[in-house]
């Protein structure tokens, strides 16, 4: 009797959980996208903090690539360095960085500095996939993005 009844209790448990299993094995490439630039971000300002170093995201829109580096390097520098950076996938679309002043950047390569105390720079990094478009704004106190549906621009938040 127990043990049947610890098997339906099994049954139930997994005809809830197996569904949220699948919808998370689903999430599109926005979403992965997102999670690992959120995670980068959040990584990197711990290697700032610690090694009391400047470091810095850096977002590729000719090759399609993010990823993180050292210190932000000069026009010259980022013309000369190759980078090793995360693919984003043909789904999404880099739409721009915004910068504080409304200043928009479509093209070579936007660079977020992160400081020795982990500050990254004020920007929001609008993407668009078949969902619509989407907007991470970076938080320099934070640390971290925030994640909006939608075009959201610095000043609207």
Partial sequence: MELMAV??????????????????AS????????????ANVAKERETAIANQSLRSLYIDFEERTYGTDGPPLTEEELMETERQGTQISEAVTLLDVEWPGGILQ???VAQLPINKMGY???????????????TMVFEPFLGKARFYKGYVSLDEE
Avoid: C, K, N
């Avoid at 098997?7 to 998370?24: C, M």
């Avoid at 990254?120 to 989407?134: N, T, Y």
């Fill in 27 to 38: 999430a599109g490439d926005m979403d992965e996208l997102v999670r690992l630039m959120s």
């Fill in 7 to 24: 098997i339906s209790l099994l049954g139930i448990l997994f005809f809830v959980i197996v569904p949220r299993f699948e919808e998370a």
């Fill in 120 to 134: 990254i720079a004020h920007a929001a990094l609008h993407l668009e996939d078949q969902d619509g478009p989407v």
């Fill in 106 to 108: 479509t093209d070579g």
